[in-house]
């Protein structure tokens, strides 16, 4: 089992950037899959970005490709998202989660078995 706590988020100008972490306990971690979904008020989860165990393959929605970068450092049991060029309409609550049993780069929630609390992301116009 992993628990798993974002941290990072807050209100940013449009353009601008915010760095999202995500912690995770216990000494599984790089044997974990992982990614970052998103919801904005009244809509559906939305899958972000993904990356493998290792950290050399990754794979983004296409939204946010160029503008959001996904990374892991297995030593710090962490995950980031770099968020560049930020829109409004990445406003959302913004989750990590992981997999251990599913291709690395699912995208339904299903998929992962371990969720965090979230950070709220807002970006104003």
């Known amino acids: 089992q992993v628990q798993l706590v974002e941290s990072g988020g807050g209100l940013v100008q449009a353009g601008g950037s915010l760095r999202l972490s995500c912690a995770a306990s216990?000494?599984?971690?790089?044997?974990?899959?992982m990614g970052w979904f998103r919801q904005a008020p009244g809509k559906e989860r939305e899958f972000v970005a993904a990356?493998?165990?290792?950290?050399?393959?990754?794979y983004y929605t296409d939204s946010v490709k160029g503008r959001f970068t996904i990374s892991r450092d297995n030593a710090k049991n962490t995950m980031y998202l770099q968020m560049n060029s930020l829109k409004p309409e990445d406003t959302a609550l913004y989750s990590c989660?992981?997999?251990?049993?599913?291709?690395?780069?699912?995208?339904?929630?299903?998929?992962?078995?371990?969720w965090g609390q979230g950070t709220q992301v807002t970006i104003s116009s």
């Open positions: 990356i493998n165990w290792s950290g050399l393959n990754t």
């Open positions: 989660a992981a997999n251990r049993d599913n291709p690395y780069r699912s995208t339904q929630p299903l998929a992962y078995a371990y």
């Open positions: 216990g000494r599984t971690f790089s044997s974990y899959a």
